[in-house]
């Protein structure tokens, strides 16, 4: 298997740290912006959408990072990243999405700006700083129900791409509101194996 993106992205980073929990040697190339533009023809081939990362498993294609942790879990069995029991997999499911969607669209004015340095105003950025905190308050207060994971007392796939997203938070130039349940929970984390590579390695 072979993995097409540039360590820096935190999409790559998820897919390759799910790898590491995995055992699994997932080689990598380089894609994205410094290396070769996924606006190439070649790669376009494999994702229409231009986005890094892709994985290629013999003939088999896939984009769309929570979907390739989710299909690495699936075909090495691991039920206790990804349950198979439908109700324990579905809240599992529901914090991917939710961290796909509704965490990443309220970050991603401010990230971009203060980080990546894409223009926007102030107004914008302080609203997007504001709706970062109010997503990472509500993953907090899930956190403090469970005591533990972020769908329940094991470890699965939401924790490994909500762990990138909040080791994001964490690093940003914002000012942030007090988390503890968040801050214990990524102390857990960090003894998870891939976590020194993939999450706590200084990258955004």
């Known amino acids: 298997m072979k993995l097409l993106g540039r360590l820096p992205s935190i999409n790559v980073r998820k897919v390759m ?4 929990q995995l055992g699994l040697n997932l080689a990598r190339e380089d894609w994205g912006p410094g290396f070769r ?3 190439e023809p070649e790669y376009l081939a494999l994702n229409p959408n231009g986005l890094i990362p892709v994985l290629i498993d013999g ?3 896939l ?4 979907s390739i942790c989710r299909y690495l879990a699936n075909r090495q069995g691991a039920t206790a990243l990804l349950p198979d029991e439908p109700q324990a997999r579905a809240r599992v499911e529901q914090w991917m999405d939710w961290q796909a969607g509704e965490l990443n669209n309220s970050w991603r004015v401010a990230f971009m700006a203060l980080v990546r340095g894409q223009p926007a105003t102030p107004e914008a950025i302080e609203a997007s700083v504001a709706s970062w905190n109010r997503h990472m308050a509500m993953l907090d207060g899930q956190l403090a ?6 769908a329940g007392a094991g470890f699965t796939l ?3 791409v909500l762990g990138l997203s909040a080791q994001r938070w964490k690093n940003a130039p914002i000012e942030r509101v007090g988390l503890p349940a968040v801050d214990a ?3 857990r984390l960090s003894t998870q194996p891939g976590f020194a590579d993939y999450v706590g390695n200084g990258m955004p």
């Open 17 to 20: 740290w799910t790898a590491a």
């Open 37 to 39: 533009s996924p606006k």
């Open 59 to 61: 003939d088999f294609v």
């Open 63 to 66: 984009w769309e990072s929570n």
């Open 145 to 150: 129900r469970t005591g533990a994971f972020v």
């Open 158 to 160: 939401a924790d490994v």
């Open 185 to 187: 929970w990524l102390e």
